[in-house]
């Protein structure tokens, strides 16, 4: 899978629109969430792996989402690429805006529009990216 697909999918978990219209009762949506697991398989986790002459594998390391209070969010995340033995480390990330509406929660980003539903509970939620199950937990506030 490409950087920037892989990096789209993460961000198809997310977003479009504006802020927070009506979230299920008690969650806000402003905060960072970070990626604790894929597919219940803690980080860093193999998310692509080909065994033949070029021996490639990718792992997602870590990620997170910022939420914004105007609708705005960013969502970053660290790629380990291996191939032929030579490891590359590389950071990307996407902005743009989100509209959250009950457990559901648009993306979008200058490239695309994501629309993703989510098992949005208080300081979690998870999302289906790349075929991959994506959990992001809100990180506690200093």
Not at 113 to 139: K, P
């Amino acid at each position: 899978m490409p950087k920037r697909l892989l990096v789209a999918a993460c961000a198809a978990i997310l977003l479009s629109g504006c802020a927070s219209d009506s979230v299920a009762p008690g969650i806000v949506m402003e905060g960072t969430f970070s990626l604790t697991s894929v597919s219940g398989e803690p980080l860093p986790a193999v998310v692509e792996e080909i065994s033949d002459v070029s021996a490639v594998r990718r792992e997602l390391l870590s990620g997170s989402i910022q939420f914004e209070a105007d609708g705005s969010y960013t969502d970053v995340i660290e790629l380990r690429y291996t191939q032929a033995g030579v490891m590359t480390t590389v950071t990307d990330s996407i902005e743009g805006t989100y509209r959250a509406v009950g457990t559901t929660i648009t993306f979008t980003a200058s490239a695309a529009t994501y629309t993703a539903i989510h098992d949005l509970v208080a300081d979690r939620f998870t999302t289906i990216a790349g075929g991959f199950a994506l959990l992001y937990t809100r990180q506690a506030t200093p």
